[in-house]
């Protein structure tokens, strides 16, 4: 019984020529971004990992050098693409690609491609993420909003329920007919993206990525039905076609447009961000309060000096077994080090609480639910930006304090003329990113997925009441 | 013995109207009986009540013995409606959208006997091929008719069905009410067509602000008889 209708909408939606030309198109959009977008990915992380190979190289090749002043000259964290970002570019584009590690400063990723291209990246990119996220339910809408007032307008619901059919089995039939339309529409493209992923990684794919992609298109899917089901609900509560389209128009506006927008707004309103230039001074100001390892006259460095003389015995700086400046310099960095991480700690904090506000509108709004499960699968989100920003820090902590140790071990009081030869530098492991495995993605969103599986169960139970109470006649 | 159809102390109030006060009514297996009255005289608010569409505001309507307000999937097993206006789905064809229907009356009827149906009814059988968009009233009145025998319904409910028809559709139409009648279908139809009514019916209802203020035999008057008489009622 609920196969033959919802046979019968797959039919009839297939023989009309208006939907099948804007389905094509949405499909050929979707495929083009997925094209598109794999491409352009593919490439920038080339980029990447050609500059990655060459600072490497630079570094473990360097110039005989003074440690400090290899610290000074530093290196480079490129960040890798996840591997499903060509999905969903989410903040990439605006966030940074590069971090340079150097001593005495913590520097943020910096050159992302909203730096470098023109204001047009600000109208927002054609990813597949976008026509999933905005194309698909306006398509949705067009293929459901006369879901139950065409039946009325022409009488024909009427002698589908004289046939002893109840009101809920036409509606179930309605969302599995549309549901296989919609099915035919975004299968092709998310075949085309998991063949070209396995195509260009063949089977080092990991079964990490493999997951990812599959709860991509799981979340996805659970936002096509929640589109679905709340359009035929719609139409069931309307008479006129008309209406019930103006309606899901409204409620695709209020979704997509308006209360994204105004989370955004009210988070930003609600949690300051200091700006980057007042952020640098604070830590600055506080820094200058510690340890100077670049000034020998500096009054704390000479306090440090004294304890290490009293503490094993000795007369003179020069009769302690290690190198006092390398010392000064770790303190120093141990200190700015540690004021940096609470003030980027306060930042990051800021930004999770606006974040946060998003994540609550969520619960209003299917929308913003999906756009965050659908950032975190494809490793595009602030966390995992705020990950590979964490991992950056602390190897160039680590390269920085075992310059400092090379200094204080290897080298003589007051020696700033000793060059170490590039053997040295090859003793540094390079720097690596893993992405973190699908859990962890997952442990940062279970608001969101929780909004996602909420609104599911709504619209399935709530809207479905409400359409046993339809008025007929 | 039990009633094809009945109704009793039937009514139905909307917020600024009473649509039907207080129907009784008895319609016997075989027996045809049609409504006469204005538009928005109730005929098609009791065609609805029956239908299980709207609940009455008291009384009950009963088909074969069962409460329709209770019973609104039990009783459609019995019954079969035909609308004024037949639309049907415009991108099948006609034997797609008989399938279709018949199908969820839960009859599974091979094409071959499907074809049969709509040709009984009248359709060319070339017709039945094409999409239904393209069809005349006629055609699509014939679809929906093919529909309504397909379920060998015990009750057919009829909302001016012929409104629209040429005479020879018309006619047809009247010959297979009165062969299904035969048959022992209880057809109730409202209309507006009084020499139709008075030539298929065997019993004439004439309907007036939702009351029901006569019903005649038809073998008890002529053509003529009969409009005078709907005018009087409607003028009175």
Sequence with gaps: MVKSIAQKEFISTLRDRRFVVLSVLVLLLLLAATVVGLYSSHTLQQER???????????????????????????????????????????????????????????????????????????????????????????????????????????????????????????????????????????????????????????????????RLLLFMAFYLMYFFIFIVLSVVVSALHQRSSTSLV???????????????????????LYTTPTKAQMDADVHEEVAKGIDGHNSQDSRAEALKKDLLRKYGVDSVSQLLVN????????????????????????????QKQNRISELAAFLNPYLAVRHLSMGMAGSDFPHYLHFQNKAEEYRYHLAQGLNHIQATRLKYKDKTTRLSSDTWKEFKPFTYETPPVQWALRHHLLSLTALVLWLGLVCTVGMRVINKTQIV | MEFALEARQLKKQYQDKLALKGLNLQIEPGEIFCLLGQNGAGKSTTINLFLGFITPTSGAAYINGLEVATNQLKVKEYLAYIPENVMLYPNLTGLENLTLFSSLAGFDYSPESLMQYLIEAGLPSEAATRKVGAYSKGMRQKVGIAIAVAKHARVLLLDEPTSGLDPKASNEFSDLLLKLSGQGTAIFMATHDIFRAKEVGTRVGIMREGELVDVLSTTDLNANELENLYLNYMHA
Excluded at chain 1, 177 to 192: D, E, F, N, Q
Excluded at chain 1, 254 to 259: K, R
Excluded at chain 1, 339 to 347: A, D, P, Q, T
């Design chain 1, 324 to 351: 006092v400046d390398g010392i000064i310099m770790a303190v120093g960095e141990e200190q700015s080090t540690k004021v940096y991480r609470e003030h980027f700690e306060k930042l990051t904090g800021t930004f």
């Design chain 1, 49 to 211: 990992e050609v500059a990655q190979e060459e600072v490497n190289h630079q570094f473990h090749n360097s110039a005989d050098r003074h440690p400090h002043r290899m610290a000074h000259y530093g290196s480079f964290a490129f960040r890798p693409k996840s591997t499903l970002s060509f999905l969903d570019f989410g903040l990439d584009s605006f966030t940074g690609a590069s971090v340079f590690m150097e001593a005495h400063k913590q520097n943020s990723a910096n050159f992302s491609q909203a730096q470098q291209s023109s204001s047009l990246i600000r109208f927002g990119e054609m990813t597949v993420a976008f026509v999933l996220q905005m194309l698909m339910p306006l398509l949705i809408i067009f293929l459901c909003f006369g879901a139950f007032t065409q039946e009325k307008e022409t009488g024909t619901l009427k002698i589908l329920l004289s046939q002893g059919v109840s009101l809920s089995q036409i509606a179930w039939a309605k969302i599995a007919g549309y549901s296989k339309t919609v099915a035919l529409v975004v299968t092709p493209a998310l075949l085309l993206a998991g063949g070209l992923l396995f195509g260009q990684n063949g089977l080092d794919l990991q079964p990490d990525t493999l997951w």
């Design chain 1, 247 to 269: 309606t899901l128009l409204g409620i695709w506006i209020l979704c997509c447009v308006i209360i994204p927008k105004a989370s955004a707004n009210l988070g930003n309103t």
